[in-house]
């Protein structure tokens, strides 16, 4: 613990550790927006394959172009000689380890179960000085983190159990180096502590331990965000932070009501959130806007008022303009939409975007007529929307449904998410493919402006979004010289 102290006092930070909450990250100087507070490479990491991101992926950089199986284990994907070189003191013994496992048992090995053999193998080779120690890359750090075994359910012990013992299995290590409870005590360690790993526009690629980031707790209004550059993890404030402030970043989606924040700590983390938009719970401001952004829209199709159950319980009230709405219509168009959703959602997963594609637009107005017009519940169909149209390739409405979204993020979110600059990347990506050069212009100089913080500069991302920019800004410029000539 003194050695990482005085690894992060070099880079301005420091741990605490507070009763209520348990450790902190503290900075010992002014941050301003976009500056990078702490990067780290994962303790072990390990690529997912599932349906969102199907391809296979190089275990070291998450890339998937041109990767090749290990032909030691066929378990293990690269994209090239230097990643495989990069990983290959942990990898020679886990392909051993994993070229030992009967061919059926290979298909039972999931990504959590690998993360776990790695984090054994990682700590045996530390032992050991084939892999070298350092202040912030040691199993000492992963020690540290919290585990929640009291907290967890019997169902869940028994399944960590099994994963144990599958883990073991693998392994092969004498009796006496191995400890199956310790080893289901990690699994829960890792839920809690593990981060998803995405590309830049946040979607998953994989799963992770960073140790040194783990310190940094929750915060439902963040003042930092967490960004990954292939392996490496990277967090930059979003806001000017004062020297002594505890750094915090969000484990859950923020887009919702206290409430529903508040069930998702709870179940995945085990913890009550304090933070300064949870201790607003129960007053005005949190009321209306959990009314805003999981409630019901006003009678009256022009106000935006936000609705509260009356007393009477006969329905709910605008707090605007005072119109009721009758609890029966309500519950009526509510029962139309489950169905309709599980159909949409059914199509999606058939892969029948066509029929997905409306089935959604008929969720979209049914939420259009029940929800606040600015419900999360109708950007999420929203999003959906836009996906579908995407690869459907049907730019000019999938351009629709982007700019419909954009409100709502504003709305739901802080000015420097990544998510708001990554819908306005879409809308500009969208606007210059259907030959909207202005518009493209103004878009995708919003996204710079988030994700120039989110994201910093520095890296391909970017790079490409500042080239489009570029293009978009001569284009825009030879169109317009040529419209004066006319
Ligand atoms: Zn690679
Ligand atoms: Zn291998
Ligand atoms: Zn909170
Ligand atoms: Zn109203």
Redesign the pocket.
């Known amino acids: 613990m003194e050695e990482l102290q005085k690894a992060l006092n070099d880079k301005n930070l420091a741990v605490s550790t507070l009763p209520e909450k348990g450790r902190c990250l503290f900075t010992t100087r002014d941050l301003s927006p976009g500056e990078v507070i702490l990067s780290e490479d994962p303790y072990v990491s390990v690529p997912n394959k599932n349906k969102e991101s199907p391809n296979s992926k190089c275990e070291w950089c998450f890339s998937s172009s041109n990767v090749k199986k ?7 994907w690269y994209c090239g000689s230097t990643c495989q070189k990069l990983d290959w003191k942990l ?1 020679s013994v ?2 051993k380890a ?2 030992k496992v009967d061919k059926n048992r290979v298909k039972s090995i999931t990504p959590s179960i690998r993360l776990m053999v790695k984090l054994y193998l990682r700590r045996k080779l530390q032992h050991q000085k084939i892999v070298p120690t350092t202040a912030t890359d040691n199993y000492n750090l992963v020690e540290a983190l919290v585990s929640h075994m009291p907290d967890l359910e019997e169902k869940q012990l028994v399944l960590y159990a099994q994963m144990a013992n599958l883990v073991a299995l693998i392994l092969q290590w004498p009796e006496q180096e191995i400890n199956i409870k310790e080893i289901a005590e990690n699994f829960s360690k890792l839920s809690c502590n593990a981060h998803s790993i995405c590309d830049s526009e946040l979607r998953p690629l994989g799963t992770g331990l960073y140790p040194v980031i783990s310190i940094i707790n929750h915060s439902c209004l963040p003042n930092s965000v967490l960004v990954f550059e292939g392996r490496l993890a990277v967090v930059r404030a979003v806001q000017h932070i004062p020297k002594g402030t505890e750094v915090s970043i969000s484990y859950v989606e923020t887009a919702g009501s206290t409430i529903t924040r508040q069930k998702a700590l709870k179940e995945q983390y085990f913890f009550s959130c304090t933070c300064s938009r949870c201790i607003k719970m129960g007053q005005f401001d949190d009321i209306e806007e959990s009314a805003v952004l999981e409630g019901y829209r006003c009678k009256d199709r022009k106000c935006n008022g936000f609705l509260l159950r009356d007393l009477d319980n006969k329905g709910f009230i605008c707090k605007h303009c005072g119109l009721l709405r009758n609890k029966e219509e309500i519950e009526n168009i509510a029962s139309e939409v489950r169905p309709m959703s599980e159909k949409a959602s059914m199509a999606l997963s058939s892969g029948n975007n066509t029929q997905a594609s409306s089935a959604y637009k008929m969720v979209e107005k049914l939420q259009l007529e029940l929800c606040h017009p600015y419900s999360i519940n109708l950007m999420r169909t929203r999003e959906t929307l836009l996906k579908i149209l995407m690869e459907l390739q049907d730019w000019k409405q999938a351009l629709v449904y982007c700019r419909l979204t954009i409100p709502i993020y504003i709305r739901a979110y802080p000015p420097f998410h990544p998510l708001v600059g990554l819908q306005y990347y879409t809308c500009g990506k969208l606007e210059w493919l259907l030959g909207e050069t202005e518009e493209a212009v103004k878009s995708l100089t919003k996204a710079l402006n988030v994700l120039r913080i989110t994201h910093g500069t520095k890296n391909p991302f970017m790079m490409e979004l500042l080239s489009k920019l570029d293009e978009a800004h001569a284009e825009a410029s030879y169109k317009r010289s040529s419209q004066n000539e006319d």
Do not use: M, P
Not at 70 to 76: A, Q
């Open positions: 290990c032909s030691g284990c066929h378990v293990v990898h886990e392909c994993l070229a």
